[in-house]
């Protein structure tokens, strides 16, 4: 059977498609799969709505939906595939574990499986910090780890209360929303996490003071240490304070570097543990194993989920060993023991570090922003460009409007992400209004891919603004 495949992609890039030949038939159309997952799933069901698709292969940096049409992949599990769907050396181990009748759940019981991965998690932390840390496994999620990383802060400090951003994200569970920065999907919850004080990120397109460049950077941080010092600032001494490097679902913006080290420095004099939630800017994305480590810092605690499970759900925290005075049993979790995902997180940090796809990141991301700037220079819908590595954000605004920035301008994102996947382009949408194209594809991504994918989006942008 032969699989038909969107032109652009065809012509854009010789592709070997014999392996995306169905080994079996597909008895469902995609609609039928689509109604049946409306009749059956719950409506809090989210990407279906965007990608009205049902994928039935996958490979590298493209999938297949069973009517046999090919898409280049650049949400990859919103971030969680780093070396990409299907990648054969993390199939060969899983499938040597299946046969070796090794346990596939161990709670926290460790396993020889258990024991390598942890030493090759060490391998790929930064020097100082891997001599003094301590893991702990979590729950499956990212969401589960950031409540791990809060509960160790305030067991260790005796405080209670926690230093968030705006923009922030950590999650879904009730705890993470109190720290989440998208009004709303808090809304609708009450009794949220209870003192939870929120403080400007540097957002520098769309400046929280009103203020430029450095001068934004200053305020900024002028702002968080003069509340700290206040007396009369009404914020207890938090337990913590917890930040992304690069904030993903806030529209893909990077902390500058020297934001990040005053930051450390300031929580380092007030004695605040520091959290950095490397859930989807971690493992290689952002050019650097960790993102924070563009800024030569350490934190205190590393939150790490996503792709360090190899596509399986796993997540760990990773912590100053002066912070662990926590009795057993204080962070538990049935499926902290996934031998499988271990399996497959060990084969991600081998590779990543034997094929320097770090580096990889760093030069394709590069590649893709200088696509991306290019593209801005001609199309005033285009507000900023930003982010860092394999994590790069577009913001669409709407410059008909006599402000500066010009407004955020969702309709045309979503427009435009539309025609993304008409013409066989998945991107994940984000940012304020929803407004910000992100690009989160996988790690192994070549420069002829990554010309592709530009030369889509250029072309989805162009069709999106005609429909205006």
């Given at each position: 059977?032969?699989?038909?495949?969107?032109?652009?992609?065809?012509?854009?890039?010789?592709?070997?498609?014999?392996?995306f030949y169905h080994q079996a038939p597909i008895t469902l159309s995609s609609n039928e799969y689509l109604d049946r997952q409306a009749a059956q799933e719950s409506n809090a069901r989210s990407?279906?709505?965007?990608?009205?698709?049902?994928i039935s292969r996958a490979e590298g940096i493209f999938i297949e939906d069973t009517k046999g049409q090919l898409f280049i992949d650049c949400l990859a599990g919103a971030g969680t595939l780093a070396?990409?769907?299907n990648h054969p050396d993390i199939h060969q181990a899983l499938k040597t574990h299946l046969d070796s009748m090794a346990p596939l759940h161990t709670l926290d019981i460790t396993t020889p499986v258990k024991d390598a991965f942890v030493n090759k998690l060490f391998e790929a932390l930064p020097d100082n910090f891997a001599q003094q840390a301590k893991v702990?496994?979590?729950?499956?999620?990212?969401?589960?780890?950031?409540?791990?990383?809060?509960?160790?802060?305030?067991?260790?400090?005796?405080?209670?209360s926690v230093l968030a951003f705006s923009g922030a994200y950590h999650g879904m569970t009730h705890a993470t929303l109190g720290i989440m920065g998208d009004v709303s999907?808090?809304?609708?919850?009450?009794?949220?996490?209870a003192e939870v004080q929120f403080l400007p990120f540097p957002y520098l397109y769309r400046c929280p003071m009103g203020l430029e460049a450095e001068q934004s950077i200053d305020s900024n941080l002028h702002y968080i240490e003069n509340m700290l010092n206040d007396s009369h600032s009404g914020v207890l001494p938090p337990a913590a304070l917890i930040v992304e490097a690069i904030q993903g679902e806030g529209g893909a913006i990077p902390a500058p570097t020297r934001w990040l080290k005053e930051l450390r420095r300031i929580t380092k004099e007030h004695n605040i543990p520091l959290i950095l939630d490397e859930v989807q800017c971690g493992m290689g994305r952002s050019g650097k194993m960790f993102a924070f480590e563009h800024a030569?810092?350490?934190?205190?605690?590393?939150?790490?989920?996503?792709?360090i499970g190899g596509g399986l759900p796993l997540s760990v925290i990773v912590y100053n060993q002066e912070l662990d005075t926590w009795g057993p049993g204080a962070h538990t979790g049935t499926f902290r023991g996934n031998q499988l995902a271990m399996v497959a997180g060990k084969v991600v940090l081998e590779t990543i570090a034997e094929q320097?796809?770090?580096?990889?990141?760093?030069?394709?991301g590069e590649l893709l922003k200088a696509h991306l700037l290019e593209l801005q220079a001609e199309c005033s819908y285009i507000g900023d460009v930003r982010g860092q590595g394999l994590m790069l954000g577009v913001e669409i605004v709407d410059p008909r409007e006599n402000t500066s920035p010009a407004p955020t301008f969702k309709?045309?994102?979503s427009i435009i992400q539309r025609q993304c996947l008409q013409n066989g382009l998945i991107l994940e949408s984000g940012g304020r209004n929803d407004s910000t194209l992100r690009f989160l594809p996988p790690l192994i991504i070549k420069e002829d891919e990554v010309n592709l994918v530009a030369g889509i989006f250029k072309k989805s942008v162009i069709e999106g603004v005609n429909q205006l």
């Open positions: 059977m032969n699989v038909i495949v969107n032109k652009a992609v065809t012509d854009s890039l010789p592709l070997n498609l014999d392996r990407y279906p709505r965007r990608f009205p698709i049902a070396l990409g769907h702990q496994f979590c729950g499956p999620t990212g969401a589960d780890a950031v409540e791990a990383a809060l509960k160790l802060a305030k067991t260790a400090t005796g405080r209670r999907v808090k809304e609708p919850v009450h009794n949220l996490m030569d810092i350490e934190p205190d605690i590393i939150v790490i989920s996503k792709a320097n796809l770090c580096k990889n990141a760093e030069k394709m309709e045309l994102a």
